[in-house]
């Protein structure tokens, strides 16, 4: 990977407690990591509003087999805790092994939004998982902790509830020729020895003809792509179903956007590309675009 890949992005930060704790997810961070170049943290945040409910003089647990009542032990809700952290410890430790990336895994305590939203700072990738059953879909805790990392300065990577890892194109999607998702997306699909898409707007590529996607080619073999490799082919507008239906037929690996150039790369619209695609989007933050 270029120097000028790795001072654009340095860190990978994976929360480990709010959909990403599962090994494909994990494989799926790691594979990233690698594949730019990035240091991985790994975040283990313990809930304190969980501890502050155990805190209750009311609050009771139900055991089983015997569906009998009992108080909540603080100092057991804690235990669990710790081993929930090193059971996830050593299953990462397991996927990082031999793979070559530098990692830091990192127990806090408290608002997991809050340290989400503190921690996140430009040139970072967050990764978030998208929830999947309606009750995961409407917790607050996993509202406000997606709303923080998409809010932060960092980019996002979303992983959809079905991912699918497979091999195939990097996928870009780009707003205006200038788009920084085409330089991004020419370093994935370099690193892991894959194809690039480049889906253009058909307004931009109507009103600029074939130039522009001349333009785009042109920046691709600049960045190391071979011309065999690059294909560049229209989307009709700027809605995530749009992007969807561009995509019908292709078995994309990956797809890149910048963060909020349009209707389809805002929260709500990348979450809907990557539960239709099965495959993670990375929703680069705004000042990718802004600094190029």
């Not at 003089?57 to 089983?64: G, N, Q, S």
């Not at 780009?174 to 370093?187: I, T």
Request: aromatic share 2%; hydrophobic share 50%; with cysteine.
């Amino acid at each position: 990977m270029s120097d000028q890949a790795r001072s654009a992005y340095r860190r990978l930060i994976l929360d480990l407690c709010h959909g990403t704790s599962d090994a494909e997810s994990m494989r799926a961070a790691v594979e990233f990591a690698r594949l730019l170049g990035l240091d991985l943290h790994c975040l283990f945040i313990e809930d304190e509003a969980v501890l502050a409910l155990a805190e209750l003089p009311f609050a009771r647990e139900i055991r089983l087999p015997t569906h009998d009542w009992s108080p909540i032990d603080v100092s057991t809700i804690e235990a669990e805790l710790r081993q929930a952290a090193n059971q996830t410890r050593r299953l990462l430790d397991k996927i990082i092994e031999g793979i070559g990336i530098s990692s830091e895994f990192e127990v806090l305590r408290g608002d997991p939004a809050a340290c989400i939203a503190a921690l996140c700072r430009s040139g970072d990738i967050v990764v978030v998982a998208e929830p999947g059953p309606p009750l995961g879909r409407t917790t607050q805790s996993v509202m406000r902790l997606r709303a923080a990392a998409h809010e932060s300065a960092a980019s996002v990577l979303l992983l959809p509830t079905r991912l699918r890892p497979r091999r195939g194109p990097v996928v870009a999607v780009l707003a205006d020729a200038a788009d920084a998702s085409l330089d991004v997306g020419c370093r994935i699909a370099t690193a892991a020895e894959e194809d690039l898409v480049i889906l253009l707007p058909e307004p931009l590529a109507a009103a600029a003809g074939v130039a522009v996607a001349d333009r785009v080619t042109d920046r691709a073999r600049a960045l190391g792509l071979p011309r065999e490799r690059i294909t560049v082919q229209p989307v009709r507008g700027a809605q995530a179903d749009d992007v969807v239906h561009a995509l019908s037929g292709l078995r994309e690996r990956l797809i890149v956007m910048t963060r909020a150039s349009s209707a389809a790369s805002d929260a709500t619209g990348a979450s809907r590309i990557a539960a239709a695609r099965g495959v993670p989007v990375l929703l680069l933050e705004a000042e990718a675009q802004a600094n190029r």
